[in-house]
């Protein structure tokens, strides 16, 4: 009985946990709403039976008491028997009161009115955007600085796809994604199946499998045998939950709209079909605080699109998004072209110097952040999906640190996830199972956010035999890679006049951190030498 009421308090805290920053509610002729900064408003209306809903023009005008105004879309939300159904859905970046009214060409639809008012909400940093002053970074709405610390997954939407009322299997992968560190999810909207041979140990595993479900598809029909005359509404409201739980997380949606190698029958580009789902994509996400935009996975690759579609489609973005979410594209080729159309850089790069061309982007766009999206590091499983060209967990998580030490976020890859193959609870597996090293993110964002607010900087010229970050009051992050005998830093560590410097080090794999101790002596040895990666931490304080 114990074990049963735990269980069922469990459940409940769940549920709560997963509505904690959405709302639905039923339209009421000037009803005043509450709600909270960057919490998604969803407020339900009818109308007659639209014949074509998805060109429908419908709008709804939000004006803030300060002149503020926000113009959004009606989203079409499905029909009944003799009704059609839509949404308003809102969020705010600022407090006080929002009065609103539609603009429809449907008497039943055509003004609306109503009040929100929207008080502070301590418990959300809100959605991401650029700074003026640190070109470089990301910042929350809230003020804070974000680094991306990217996991790439991208058939998250069918995990629990089958299940219309809730989403176990969802909730588990992300609280392992959110309590590992990660802040950012790289995500497709739909992904079919995989061109490649896939492992035989499949087979008696299916529940690891989400590739070619005939049942999931944003188009009505099936994959297979699509019809392009309409969307699927109910793959928009299982999409609507994924991104919900994740909003609630505090993670990133980064969202590559489409994909070209997933053997997904998408319409022919710039049909009506194509256009009709680019569009329903941004006019149903744009609202979520943690949405961000990406045209394409791997969008110049495979033949099929042009760099012309692919700004055609960033413009579409903009026009169609009043929230104005940040944009990329996911393709180096392009964002260096066309760095004005983005508002961040995308890398994908596996060299084995991948440091030194990750700086080499840094160096080349002063005013935009850089994002590794790619870096050919993927953790090994149970099963072979896609290997890349590295597989070992420290290796790939070293990668991920020359990423961030070359001045770039960066993107964390698992053969049980990021595909068609997703091991949601791998912690829960056999135990001679192989279990992913999501621990070693976790020491890493620990480390970050110590530091994420230092104005820390690549510097190439205190390199050494390892990597520098530094800033100007005396701050010094030097990585050092488990073969270095040891790293010469002599002449950089030296104390100085009136000053002493500290230094500890910091274990990449295990997380632990040695005392300060005052610098002295020209090389440095790692303490983990031949067994981790380490990071040297080096300050300057007054001497007293």
């Known amino acids: 009985?114990?074990?049963?009421?735990?269980?069922?308090?469990?459940?409940?805290?769940?549920?709560?946990?997963?509505?904690?920053?959405?709302?639905?509610?039923?339209?009421?002729?000037?009803?005043?709403?509450?709600?909270?900064?960057?919490?998604?408003?969803?407020?339900?209306l009818e109308s007659k039976k639209v014949t074509n809903p998805f060109k429908d023009s419908s709008t709804v005008v939000f004006k803030h008491s300060t002149?503020?105004?926000?113009?959004?879309?009606?989203?079409?939300?499905?029909?009944?028997?003799?009704?059609?159904?839509?949404?308003?859905?809102?969020?705010?970046?600022?407090s006080g009161e929002?009065?609103?009214?539609?603009?429809?060409?449907?008497?039943?639809?055509?003004?609306?009115?109503g009040v929100i008012t929207v008080s502070a909400n301590q418990d959300h940093k809100g959605g991401l955007q650029l700074s003026k002053e640190d070109t470089r970074s990301f910042y929350y709405e809230s003020g804070e600085k974000y680094t991306p610390i990217a996991f790439e997954c991208d058939w998250l939407y069918a995990l629990d796809y089958a299940n219309p009322n809730e989403i176990p299997k969802t909730n588990h992968l992300l609280d392992l994604i959110k309590d590992n560190g990660y802040n950012q999810i790289v995500m497709n909207v739909f992904s079919y199946d995989v061109s490649w041979k896939k492992d035989e140990k499949l087979k008696a595993h299916k529940d690891h499998e989400f590739g070619g479900p005939e049942a999931i598809f944003p188009f009505l029909g099936t994959n297979e045998s699509p019809d392009f005359s309409g969307l699927n509404i109910d793959f928009f409201k299982k999409y609507d939950r994924t991104i919900l739980a994740m909003h609630d997380r505090q993670l990133f949606a980064h969202i590559m709209i489409y994909v070209w190698n997933k053997l997904v029958a998408w319409p022919d580009m710039r049909s009506d079909a194509d256009n009709m789902y680019y569009d329903y994509v941004i006019k149903r996400y744009q609202a979520f605080p943690n949405v961000l935009w990406d045209v394409s996975k791997e969008a110049l690759y495979y033949g099929r699109a042009d760099e012309a579609y692919i700004s055609e489609r960033i413009e579409r973005i903009r026009k169609q998004d009043s929230y104005q979410r940040l944009v990329t594209v996911h393709d180096y080729g392009f964002c260096k072209k066309h760095a004005d159309e983005v508002d961040y850089i995308s890398s994908q790069d596996w060299s084995h110097n991948l440091y030194n061309r990750t700086l080499e982007v840094y160096q080349t766009f002063k005013n935009k952040p850089i994002f590794n999206i790619e870096h050919g590091g993927y953790e090994t499983s149970d099963y072979t999906v896609f290997t890349g060209d590295y597989t070992n967990a420290e290796v790939c998580l070293r990668r991920n640190y020359m990423c961030l030490f070359a001045g770039a976020g960066t993107t964390y890859y698992w053969q049980g996830s990021s595909w068609n193959v997703v091991v949601y609870n791998p912690f829960e597996q056999p135990e001679d199972s192989y279990k992913p090293k999501f621990s070693y993110f976790k020491h890493l964002s620990t480390f970050w956010k110590q530091f994420i607010n230092e104005d820390l900087k690549p510097a190439p010229w205190v390199n050494s035999s390892g990597y520098a970050l530094a800033n100007k009051k005396g701050l010094q992050l030097h990585y050092v890679p488990k073969e270095n005998f040891q790293i010469k830093l002599g002449w950089l560590l030296k104390p100085e006049k009136d000053k002493v410097k500290t230094y500890y080090w910091f274990n990449t794999l295990t997380g632990e951190m040695t005392k300060p101790i005052p610098t002295k002596g020209s090389g440095y040895v790692n303490p983990w030498r031949y067994e981790a990666d380490a990071i040297l931490v080096s300050k300057v304080i007054d001497k007293k």
């Open 98 to 113: 929002w009065q609103f009214v539609t603009k429809s060409d449907h008497a039943t639809l055509n003004k609306k009115q």
């Open 1 to 44: 009985m114990k074990q049963f009421v735990i269980q069922v308090l469990l459940l409940i805290c769940i549920s709560q946990y997963t509505i904690a920053q959405y709302q639905e509610q039923s339209f009421k002729s000037n009803k005043k709403y509450s709600s909270k900064q960057w919490e998604v408003l969803d407020i339900k």
């Open 67 to 94: 002149g503020t105004e926000l113009t959004l879309p009606l989203i079409y939300n499905g029909d009944d028997a003799s009704k059609s159904k839509w949404l308003i859905r809102f969020s705010s970046a600022i």
